[in-house]
């Protein structure tokens, strides 16, 4: 396909970006650490650390992982963190090791934390207390090395760390007992650690930064394979569309959606790292109000978030008394955004609610909207720099212009492929190297894409996706069922719930206790929000149910 997105770029986008620029992550952080050293780099509860701080403290953490643990070059270490400032600190730690990082969603139940961790091959997990007890419920299944635990107070210093873990241990109850034997507390493993010298490690782009874990397009969990190259390229790419638009060393960014997650970790992590801005942290976005306090501590210039976070805080009385004067730049992804959410932001804010689209699979840009977009537009914007778009039929074939086809992507962005996954791989990419979305979108004459409908059954929840058959695989497991179907309805709240057809086994049934059953096997976002028993489920002549037509129908669960 032409690249006719390139003719409405905004003025100082290039149409292709220096993948040169940086070796790996480590060389870009060793360039963030060196220009922007004294600089504040992360903000956390009133805390802040330095450039040269975070520099000092993943040197540490970095030297405890060669030389205590032995780690050898590509070891999986995993991080089960919210925003807090240990997180940056383990990652950019692992990195300089020399070892790949697998982030893992905090909230995961045994279950799912057991097969990541399996799937993964990680040796060492670096996890918050509040967690821990899930970790201990699976420890005896996995070949873990090391299990280093961190409190949300560890590094928020005198005396106000041990106030905020006596209030979170004692006070609010947030960290459920746990026994992990032999654990180390992260605080102890950087003391151990300052008595070595890092080893710088060789990296390049084909080095393996992340193992970053989605459900790709069957449902099983399984990583991406995002290389130094693909998380540098993506940066880059982000970079050229900002550029003209931010000045170094003076942006704050609000960093809201957790760092594990692949558009947070990319977008706000790492792109603002090289340019040196300010990242606030928010450890608990879902407290909406103490959210917007802290909004009111900081000249914020620049937000991403989802959709369900931008219509939470318009809806909190005390958002629209905040100052926007600093205020240039609010980036939604991870969903659609709205049209009514849009437009309050903008009226409140005084600035577009600009709409990007990505993939865990894609690092995770694809395309953004115009930065200098006068209002929103429904559409997921143009591609980025050094990416190729094609859109095509059933058959591989690509459309003409204003067809509605499968969006297909090739870039320096495009993961290598799912961790020891070969014929799911295969299954991604076509021959000649763009990988498959799933998505069915349609451009415009100017180059603009718009999405229409997703061609796989993945449910979208707050930004998370939900796959249909993790769903009703723990559904099925319960002796009750029969027959099962999971689908994704609108929900105001969330964007998308999820919701089940069940043919019961057992006529006694009831809603609260499948949805029970749900919550001990599934994180809380994937677990149902509505039940509806039928006798029978739609099936095509060879037996699948049809979840598309139980999606169409009109939702009967009131």
Not at 92 to 114: D, S
Not at 124 to 129: A, D, G, K, Q
Not at 260 to 284: P, Q, R
């Amino acid at each position: 396909m032409d690249k006719i997105w390139l003719k409405s770029y905004p003025p100082g986008v290039p149409a292709e970006v220096d993948m040169g620029e940086f070796r790996s992550l480590v060389d870009l952080f060793e360039h963030g650490v060196r220009k922007f050293g004294p600089k504040t780099a992360y903000v956390n509860m009133g805390k802040s650390i330095s450039y040269d701080e975070l520099d000092r403290l993943s040197a540490r953490f970095a030297a405890w992982l060669q030389s205590e643990l032995k780690l050898e070059h590509g070891a999986r270490v995993a991080l089960m963190m919210p925003n807090v400032l240990q997180y940056p600190v383990a990652m950019f730690g692992a990195l300089r090791a020399g070892c790949t990082v697998v982030n893992v969603n905090p909230l995961y139940t045994a279950r799912e934390l057991e097969h990541q961790l399996r799937d993964s091959g990680a040796e060492v997990i670096v996890i918050l207390e509040n967690f821990a007890r899930t970790l201990e419920q699976v420890l005896p299944k996995l070949a873990l090395r090391a299990v280093v635990v961190t409190s949300l107070g560890e590094l928020l210093g005198f005396p106000k760390g041990a106030l905020v873990n006596f209030v979170v241990r004692r006070v609010r109850k947030m960290v459920p007992q746990w026994k992990l034997p032999g654990h180390v507390r992260l605080s102890d493993a950087l003391a151990r650690g300052a008595a070595h010298a890092l080893r710088p490690v060789a990296l390049s782009h084909d080095d393996v930064a992340y193992l970053q874990y989605t459900g790709g397009t069957t449902g099983t969990a399984k990583g991406a394979v995002l290389t130094h190259g693909n998380i540098v390229g993506n940066l880059q790419q982000a970079h050229a569309w900002i550029g003209p638009y931010v000045k170094e060393g003076e942006e704050i960014i609000i960093t809201a959606l957790p760092l594990y997650h692949i558009f947070s970790l990319t977008a706000n992590c790492l792109t603002f790292f090289k340019i040196g801005a300010t990242n606030v942290l928010i450890t608990n976005p879902r407290d909406i109000p103490g959210f917007v306090k802290e909004l009111g501590k900081v000249p914020f210039t620049v937000i991403t978030g989802v959709n369900t976070l931008f219509n939470a805080l318009l809806n909190n009385p005390d958002f629209a008394r905040l100052d926007f004067s600093s205020f240039k730049l609010a980036l939604g992804g991870g969903m659609a955004v709205q049209q009514a959410v849009a437009d309050k932001w903008q009226e409140v804010t005084g600035k577009v609610l600009l709409e990007a689209y990505g993939l865990t699979e894609t690092s995770p840009a694809v395309t953004i909207n115009p930065l200098d977009l006068p209002a929103f537009n429904h559409t997921i914007g143009l591609p980025v720099s050094s990416t190729e778009i094609s859109i095509r039929d059933d058959e591989g074939n690509e459309v003409a212009l204003g067809q509605r086809g499968e969006l297909c992507v090739r870039g320096p962005q495009v993961m290598r492929g799912y961790w020891n996954r070969p014929e799911d791989t295969a299954r991604v990419f076509t021959a000649d190297g763009y990988l498959r979305t799933g998505d069915i979108a349609v451009m415009d004459p100017k180059g603009f894409i718009r999405l229409v409908d997703r061609k796989k059954d993945m449910i979208l929840v707050s930004g998370f996706n939900v796959y249909p058959n993790e769903v009703e695989d723990v559904v099925a497991s319960h002796p009750g069922v029969m027959e099962v179907a999971a689908v994704g309805i609108p929900d105001e709240r969330s964007g998308e719930a999820v919701k089940v057809f069940v043919v019961r086994k057992d006529p006694e049934l009831t809603a609260e206790a499948l949805i029970a059953h749900c919550r001990e096997n599934l994180t809380g976002y994937k677990v149902p929000h509505h039940i509806e028993f039928r006798d029978e489920l739609p099936k095509t002549n060879v037996g699948k149910i049809l979840r598309r037509a139980l999606r169409d129908e009109p939702d009967r669960t009131g």
